[in-house]
C-alpha cells in the first residue's frame, strides 16, 4: 500500500531535549516536505527535499534540521526544542512534476 | 514569497446548504490542487486544475480555476455532515507546494 508514515504520531518532551520524527515513503517519490499546522495558520512549510542530498528552507525553518539521506526517508531533527514548537506536524511526499502531495498521519508534539 | 490567502476562514452551514470556499492569489498560479483534511485526520488530495476556466465535478463538488489563473473556487451542493473538515488549496509549481490557509466548514444536522 502507498503510503507517509510518520513516527511517533504524539509526543510529550521537555525544552531542550532533542529529537528526531521520522518520515517514510514507499512510493519512489523524489520530493518530500514537513509542514507544520497550528489553528488559523494552516500547513506551513519548514523544510523541502527535491531529492537525496537536495534541501531548502521553507517558510518557518528557524529550530529545525532535516537531512535526505536516502530517497525514502526525510527525518526532522529539533536540536533544542522549545515551546512554541508545540504544534502538528506534517510530513508529504510527491513525485516529480505536477502531481499531488501524499501526507503521513501527522505528529503532535508538545514541548513543556 | 508567494502568498495563496483563502476565504472564508471559516464557515458554518445547515446540512443541505450549499457552500463555497475561494482561493486568490496575487500571482498567477502555476496549477492549482484542492485538497481536504477531517478533523483529527490529514490532508487528502481531492483534485488538480491545471487550465485557464478549468471546470471539474465530483458528485456534489465543483471546482473552477479562474480565467487569468489567479483565482479558484470550491462549491459543495446541499452539504452533508461528511463534507465536515478543512479545504485547502494549494498552488503545485512543479518545484514545490505554497497552500492556502484553509477554510474550516462545520455543517450543523
Known amino acids: 500500500e502507498a503510503q507517509v508514515t510518520q513516527n511517533p504520531r504524539y509526543l510529550i518532551t521537555v525544552t531542550g531535549k532533542k529529537l528526531t520524527v521520522t518520515c517514510s515513503q514507499n512510493?519512489?517519490?523524489?520530493?518530500m516536505s514537513w509542514y507544520r499546522q497550528d489553528p488559523g495558520l494552516g500547513l506551513r512549510q519548514i523544510y523541502y527535499?527535491?531529492?537525496?542530498?537536495?534541501?531548502d528552507k521553507g517558510d518557518v525553518p528557524e529550530g529545525y534540521k532535516v537531512s535526505r539521506k536516502e530517497k525514502r526517508n526525510f527525518p526532522l531533527i529539533l536540536e533544542s526544542p522549545s515551546p512554541n514548537q508545540t504544534s502538528l506536524y506534517f510530513c508529504a511526499s510527491s513525485s516529480a512534476g505536477w502531481t499531488e502531495a501524499f501526507f503521513g498521519q501527522g505528529t503532535r508534539l508538545t514541548v513543556v | 514569497g508567494q502568498q495563496v490567502m483563502q476565504i472564508p476562514q471559516y464557515q458554518h452551514v445547515q446540512e443541505g446548504e450549499d457552500f463555497t470556499t475561494y482561493c486568490n492569489s496575487s500571482t498567477t498560479l502555476s496549477n492549482i490542487q484542492w485538497y481536504k483534511q477531517r478533523p483529527g485526520g490529514h490532508p487528502v488530495f481531492l483534485i488538480q486544475l491545471v487550465k485557464s476556466g478549468e471546470v471539474k465535478k465530483q458528485k456534489r463538488l465543483t471546482f473552477q480555476f479562474g480565467e487569468a489563473k489567479k483565482n479558484s473556487s470550491l462549491h459543495i451542493t446541499a452539504t452533508q455532515t461528511t463534507d465536515v473538515g478543512t479545504y485547502f488549496c494549494?498552488?503545485?509549481?512543479?518545484?514545490?507546494?505554497?497552500f492556502g490557509p484553509g477554510t474550516r466548514l462545520s455543517v450543523l444536522p
Open positions: 527535499s527535491m531529492n537525496v542530498e537536495v534541501t
Open positions: 512510493m519512489n517519490h523524489e520530493y
Open positions: 494549494a498552488d503545485n509549481y512543479g518545484q514545490n507546494f505554497v
